[in-house]
């Protein structure tokens, strides 16, 4: 559900305006030219300009940055879009990263360590999407519709357009509550959109990840490859002499180890530059943790917490500094772990404080200290060191230190939800009105699943059903409505397809009566669903509705769910409309 419709990921908080890309001052013209280079490849869609004052956060802006000699890479800003959606884990998280693989033991004398991997050129670029996906990669500004008039792309947005015709110049109807915000673009132009995976995308990797498990096309068991950000050398050359190797990337030592010389022969660096390099070697030297020693001096040069990326700042560059990158340059080809290298059985333990550091070892033996080696790295948590300041007052004062990057610091964010976890959905819901009311409450509603918001909300789809059942079985839905479409089980129905007797229709398989029966079998499901489960439900309907003699409605009350009734004239209504409601594990 998330890929067909990224809508159903908004949680509908605050955006802070910091997280924004600011697509205003992106040129009209190149926003066009974009927008027929993705055409010319079949990735450009366009979108009604619908977007009101309020939603600048939903549109993105593109950008390139460099990939290699032949082309660049283009990235879609989607900062905004990607705050406003809840947080989806995914597969992501199970990849291992390059310093983790360390903790393999190779003899090169008898065995060789092979790299499988899937991947594609491109692929993101190659991913069909559904024009609800396409739509959550609009790019800003908006362009008039005549400089796209020549595109396949606009070709076809003019087919579903004239539907809306009635709805873009006005019916006399009052609006809904969006529709009293005013547009942010004229109506005669139109959103462009890419229609793939965007780099940008916060769930682009997660897809990427689940697509890769059924496509292969890279060649299986490579002895020297680049995986999970490390280079794995385990070829018949490394080990003749010996070795299994494992480090960053030759590239990036060789890179850093350049950078790094012309640094140090200059009396000054900026602060930027500084933080960029140390990021690098700190990477490159989890291959090698012991390098780690020779930075001492370069850690303290800049201070992140006063870091402004925005505003970059020239400092000076002391000899202590320049010698200790100098050194990791010379030494970077030695960065990497040896994976034939046998382990020791001591076990060694370290720790410091402001005055004194120690170490301890015990014999543990062969077995235990393996053990300890490959998941020793996996246990314990971040824990943030104490500022210069906040250790001398926690010395003189308080023994709990004072939080001195607390004081003047924004106020924290909230984090973003976990996504599909809800309190209440709507099935079938059309308007929405009982969701509406129990936000009001502060419920943590899901979205309004009737076909008229999305087409990916039709719960004739299998689809639909199952993520439904998703839900209710994984515990990430507290309770639900469905409201299915009475219109064939109606004794007012003309002509009759149906009658109290023959509940399933004359001609059960007539497509009106396949149609409303397919809804009602599946809204009955998640009542036999939620009935096992001990979830509250309830199912709708007018009061005569012949869907009640459905045997699988009858089924369900001798299971133990009840019926209850009321009228809507209580309510404020003009009219006398009774309705049944069937509910399990709820007392209307």
Known sequence: MAYVEPDTLLHGLQMPPSVCPDWSRESIDETVSLAKLWDSRGLLYLARPLFRVGDEFLLSRAFNCYKNEQVDRQIIDRRGRNHAEARLPGPSRNIPTGPGLACIEVDPRRETLLCSSTDRKDFYHQFLVTAS?????????????????????FARFEVPRSRYLREVWGDCLSPGPDGLKPLLFSPDSVVVCFSAIAQGDQLGVEFACESHFCVSVEPARLELSKIAGAELNSSAGARALGLVTLSAPAKKRAALSLISLEVSALSHTSDALHLSLLGGWTSALLFRRPLMSVLSCSYGLVRADRFDPRYPKLVGLPRGVAQELTLLAVLASLASSELSAPLDGAIYATDASEDKGAFVTAEAGLPLARVLFRTGSKKGGYSRLLAPEEALLSKLSDPEPFQLRAVDAPLLEIERPLAFVYDFIEVCGGSGRVSAELKARGWACGPVLDISHSPHFNLCWLRTLEWLLFLLENSRLRSFAVEPPCTTFSPAAFPALRSYKEPRGYNPLEERTLHGTTLALRALTLLFVSLRLGVPGILEQPRRSKMAWLPEWKRLLQLGATEAYTASCPFGS??????????VCIDL
């Open 133 to 153: 996906r396409a739509r959550a990669n609009a790019v800003g500004p908006a362009v008039p519709a005549a400089a796209l008039a020549s595109t396949g792309a």
């Open 574 to 583: 003009p009219h006398q409309k009774e309705f049944r409601f069937l509910q």
